[in-house]
């Protein structure tokens, strides 16, 4: 089964260089165009960005008016002395939007230390100008710290791959209180395909696990990137899987492999890492 409408293009790599097995650097910008007239023939649907990615809103905003294209765009609130309306304005004056479909608290901790940002959020959605509002978390402790204050959200991000499954036993409360889940991170920001060779020091503990990804495509014949793609686009309670892209042919190439494949089940319950810290990117450092 092909799950290709599940697909939601991120666009850090329009507007910074980003990921640990990033090769090409920032977009260009025809090679942004280029993006988006193949992802509205292939039936991809919405763009995540961010005014905390350098310029990416401004370069897909330009990229969306010059091809006359339109597509659901979600984009954060990031961590701002300017307050919630301010920065969405620009972000939409950017984006050469109207409204928006998605909007989000970028960084949680910021929103803690603030809670009356999420006031203002719901202003926005109170005024027509976005549909759902939402938060990006990095791990369940954020969220059932969302649950414990009884917030009521629209829509979450969060990692989930192979590795990273912490929030695998929220899914399906937060599928029945109709919460639109969207997962990041499908790659591990580009280690599954990381020469292991080059893995060292505090990453060499991660090494087996990659191998047993490597090993298990071969004997399956099928590749990484169909193998991660699938374990999370199988998932019934995930209704958008971000990918990012730094060129057409890395889109392409990921639409082909966006089949739902039963075999990487089996792969799934044989990988439980231990070294949980090293799945969160800041901790590479």
Request: hydrophobic share 40%; with cysteine.
């Amino acid at each position: 089964m092909n799950c290709v409408n599940k697909l939601v293009l991120g666009t850090v790599q329009f507007g910074l260089d980003y990921g640990i097995n990033n090769q090409f650097g920032q977009v260009h910008q025809d090679e942004v165009g280029q993006i988006l007239r193949w992802a509205k023939k292939s039936g991809i649907n919405t763009f995540d960005t961010s005014s905390a990615y350098g310029s990416s809103e401004s370069v897909l905003g330009r990229s969306l008016s010059e091809n006359n294209l339109q597509f659901q765009i979600i984009s954060k609130y990031p961590q701002s002395k300017e307050n919630v309306a301010t920065v969405f304005a620009s972000s939409i004056e950017k984006l050469h939007q109207q409204k928006l479909y998605g909007y989000l608290v970028h960084h949680f901790e910021f929103y803690q230390s603030h809670p009356q940002l999420w006031e203002e959020m719901k202003q926005l959605k109170a005024e027509g100008k976005v549909e759902k509002i939402g938060f990006s978390l990095y791990d369940i402790n954020q969220l059932q710290y969302l649950l414990d204050n009884r917030v009521e959200f629209d829509i979450l991000q969060f990692p989930y791959n192979l590795f990273d499954r912490q929030f695998d036993v929220y899914l399906p409360q937060l599928k029945q209180s109709g919460v639109e889940i969207h997962t990041r991170s499908v790659f591990l920001q580009g280690l599954f395909f990381k020469d292991l060779g080059s893995l060292s020091g505090q990453m060499e503990p991660l090494k087996p696990y990659l191998l047993q990804i490597r090993s298990y495509c071969a004997v399956h014949s099928i590749t990484i990137e169909q193998c991660a793609l699938s374990f999370v686009l199988r998932n019934p309670f995930i209704d958008g899987v971000l990918i990012g892209v730094d060129n057409i042919s890395q889109l392409q190439n990921n639409i082909n492999v966006a089949i739902c494949t039963k075999e990487v089940e089996e792969l799934a319950k044989q990988i439980t890492v231990k070294e949980t810290y090293l799945l969160n990117p800041s901790n590479w450092l």
